[in-house]
T-cell receptor, first 115, second 116 residues
Framework: DSGVTQTPKHLITATGQRVTLRCSPR?????VYWYQQSLDQGLQFLIH???????AKGNILERFSAQQFPDLHSELNLSSLELGDSALYFC??????????????FGQGTRLTVV | GNSVTQMEGPVTLSEEAFLTINCTYT??????LFWYVQYPGEGLQLLLK?????DKGSNKGFEATYRKETTSFHLEKGSVQVSDSAVYFC???????????????FGKGTKLSVKP
């Protein structure tokens, strides 16, 4: 158990809909990272928050947004969903402001299926 | 930009065979290098890491050496077990990527199956 909790584990929704994925980091970790894992693109970095502030953006679509709350949990909002958004979404956390030399702790992921 | 290339799988080995999974990288500066492992139905776990040139990371019988001259970080294990069956990801974290103090950039993963 990594200590990172993601909910829900599975989500099935229709095209055009909006969903929210939730992540609770390990106790004491201030950074939260979101990744998308798909068969064709592999693991793609989406966004990084540190102590409530956005620190870096990767390949995140404009239809997607995220935030980190004062209690340090994070939510990833996906809107106007398309079939191609079907993927496994991982959240990871770390103690410091980045992963240069540091370990990231991953949750078990949320599998999103858009039908 | 920064990138990681690792050998395509799947790789199928018999128990006690020698394992090598190749990984090369492109990065500016001096990245940290990692191997993460993903067991079926689970998230990724750190297997080993190296933070500077010539460092050797090791864990659970796996080893990888940070080779700056060849920009490589190949994963090796002398004798694999059935329980090593998983997907292995090579990754790097480069300084000041995208404004943060390092983020993980992954290779596409190599699926390893070990047969008894």
């Amino acid at each position: 158990d990594s200590g990172v909790t993601q909910t829900p584990k599975h989500l099935i929704t229709a095209t055009g809909q909006r969903v929210t994925l939730r992540c609770s980091p390990r106790s004491g970790d201030l950074s939260v990272y979101w990744y998308q894992q798909s068969l064709d693109q592999g693991l793609q970095f989406l966004i990084h928050y540190y102590n409530g502030e956005e620190r870096a953006k990767g390949n995140i679509l404009e239809r997607f947004s995220a935030q980190q709350f004062p209690d340090l949990h994070s939510e990833l909002n996906l809107s106007s969903l398309e079939l191609g958004d079907s993927a496994l979404y991982f959240c990871a956390s770390s103690v410091g402001q980045g992963l240069q030399g540091a370990e990231a702790f991953f949750g078990q992921g949320t599998r999103l299926t858009v039908v | 930009g920064n990138s990681v290339t690792q050998m395509e799988g799947p790789v199928t080995l018999s128990e006690e065979a020698f394992l090598t999974i190749n990984c090369t990288y492109t990065a500016t500066g001096y990245p940290s290098l990692f191997w993460y492992v993903q067991y079926p139905g689970e998230g990724l776990q750190l297997l080993l890491k190296a933070t500077k040139a010539d460092d050797k990371g090791s864990n659970k019988g796996f080893e990888a050496t940070y080779r700056k001259e060849t920009t490589s970080f190949h994963l090796e294990k002398g004798s694999v077990q059935v329980s090593d069956s998983a997907v292995y990801f090579c990754a790097l974290s480069a300084q000041n990527y995208g404004g943060s103090q390092g983020n993980l950039i992954f290779g596409k993963g190599t699926k390893l199956s070990v047969k008894p």
